[in-house]
């Protein structure tokens, strides 16, 4: 597990106090699907990550740093600075603490902190102070330092309520506002439920674990609500199973549209890349097998064969027999294949997937799609460009749909998330089919050797040398003006590994390691 990272010592490229920008974004109380603090990034400004990104890799993906000895008196010793009515030394204090540790890895030993000095600090003080920083704050970390005191403190005023709910609507605070303070207010849990709903990546997840299903509303909600956030399913699949009671909803049988809202829960549940999920549960075979034996009972669409499917794919993986041969019944049915076939020639997403596993013909389909709405089945074009029947369309497609033209020439250190980078995610579904297609979409390779995006022009050297390889030819010899190209791209490659993966090309190789094909 990687250790949890710190936010870098670098000023905010705004003067604007968080609370007010994020305030003056909120439109019919939420924010813009397109909101976002990097204003306020410390970091590297080409480095993107959404809103709570790195607070929730700290949740839930690193080990937490070995912290120093000294800790608590460094807190102390700003927390006292608090205390005494100087507050810009104690923004220097906890900016000291907070540049070298990010806020949540560090809110246990404030709140310690907090506890053994109870005696010793000003309340009336400490208040104003994290006010001040709530309020006024251009710094995402020292805000959070605010917000966790408040959470120490005794339950704020109307003015700062209203403060903390707008702050929560942000995913970046959303976890802070939550985390035993709105839990700890009048009405509490309903405050928790209807920031929940406002909230759609790291928020929602973070709030979710907080959120009791004290009523049927809010257990209902988490059945059909809780796994959509923009980020993954997963990571509140398992909280949404127990507290929307899923497992005594499945006893007693579901309704249509409790089954709708099962399968997203499951679906989520099998996919255990980020967190764990249904492996947790006492009894993993029998819970899938319960949600198959309820899809038997239903009107099933190809949404709900898709999570068939991934049962089945887990199944199988697990060994668990019996749940994979009523999974193989369900999607091998005359009905089922007739609705795949059906959803196929509407062009249905879901429906290609299915097609591939059951057999069912799907490439025209998928072409003539792709062809009006590449943007979204631009994913699957690896099953086109697989298939020599339909590789020189897919590819004319790819070079309209990303579009080509679009893809800048300029080697740099960027990740290529975030909004406006679809042509170099695009890009990135084209290339790894190419290795096994030996001067095909050369054009596209070429481009993408100079893309400002890493994994594109990662992904061009592995199309290049799985060429080399394959035809036992050195580049030179196989493609001269790919071998020129490859040049340009060497000498603006500002990436030093990069360039040493690109010299044995360069220097005729036709073999390469294993771990570099």
């Known amino acids: 597990m990687p250790e949890a990272t710190t936010p870098e010592a670098t000023t905010p490229k705004t003067t604007v106090p968080i609370y007010h920008y994020i305030r003056e974004a909120v439109t019919d109380g939420e924010l813009p699907d397109d909101f976002s603090l990097r204003p306020y990034d410390r970091g590297d400004p080409e480095l993107f990550m959404a809103d709570g990104a790195m607070d929730g890799m700290c949740v839930y993906h690193m080990a937490r740093p070995e912290l120093p000895a000294d800790l608590d008196a460094q807190i ?161 699949a398992l909280t949404c199973f127990n507290k929307s009671g899923l497992a005594e909803r499945m006893a007693r049988g579901l309704s249509p549209k409790e089954f709708r809202g099962a399968g997203a829960v499951m679906e989520a549940l099998v996919d255990e890349g980020p967190v764990e999920g249904i492996s947790v549960l006492d009894d993993p075979a029998g819970t899938l097998g319960a949600y198959v034996d309820q899809a038997r009972t239903q009107d099933v669409g190809t949404d709900d064969l898709s999570v068939i499917s991934a049962i089945r794919r887990y199944a199988k993986d697990k060994k668990m027999g019996k749940v994979v041969s009523a999974c193989d019944d369900l999607l091998n049915s005359p009905d089922s294949r007739q609705k795949v076939a059906d959803a196929v020639s509407r062009g249905d997403v879901t429906a290609f997937m299915l097609a591939e596993q059951l057999g069912i013909p799907y490439h025209e389909e998928l072409l003539r799609a792709m062809g009006t709405n590449f943007r979204w089945l631009f994913t699957r074009i690896g099953c086109l460009i697989d298939d020599e029947r339909y590789i020189d369309q897919a590819l004319e497609l790819a070079r309209t749909g990303m579009p080509l033209d679009a893809i800048e020439q300029e080697p740099r250190d960027e990740s290529g998330l975030g909004p406006g980078h679809f042509a170099y995610l695009a890009l990135g579904f084209v290339l790894q089919p190419l290795c096994g297609h030996v001067l095909k979409g050369t054009d596209i390779v070429e481009r993408a050797l100079m893309s400002p995006v890493v994994r594109n022009r990662i992904e061009a050297h592995r199309v290049l040398r799985s060429w080399v390889s394959s035809k036992r030819i050195p580049l030179a010899e196989l493609s001269p003006e790919l071998y020129a190209r490859l040049g340009e791209a060497y000498d603006a490659e500002p990436k030093e590994d990069l360039r040493q993966s690109m010299r044995p090309l360069l220097d005729g190789a036709i073999t390469f390691p294993k771990e570099d094909m």
Not at 79 to 103: Q, T
Not at 128 to 135: N, P
Not at 151 to 156: D, G, Q, S, T, Y
Request: glycine share 4%; no cysteine.
């Open 76 to 236: 102390g010793s700003a927390l006292m600075l608090a205390s005494s009515g100087e507050p810009v030394a104690a923004d220097e204090a906890f900016s000291s603490l907070v540049n070298k540790f990010r806020s949540i890895l560090i809110i246990d030993q404030v709140a310690d902190s907090v506890s053994t000095r109870r005696d010793q600090l000003n309340p009336a003080m400490i208040y104003h102070y994290a006010k001040r920083l709530v309020l006024t704050s251009t710094d995402k970390e020292l805000l959070k330092i605010g917000l966790e005191l408040f959470e120490l403190l005794r339950e704020p005023d109307d003015q700062l309520k209203d403060a903390m709910r707008t702050l929560g609507l942000s995913d970046e605070f959303t976890t802070f506002v939550v985390f035993d303070m709105m839990m700890q207010w009048t009405n509490g849990n309903d405050e928790i439920f209807r920031l929940v709903q406002k909230v759609h990546g790291w928020g929602r997840i973070h709030a979710i674990e907080r959120l009791e299903p004290s009523t049927d509303e809010i257990r209902d909600w988490f059945l059909f609500e809780g796994v959509n956030n923009n980020i993954m399913p997963a990571y509140s």
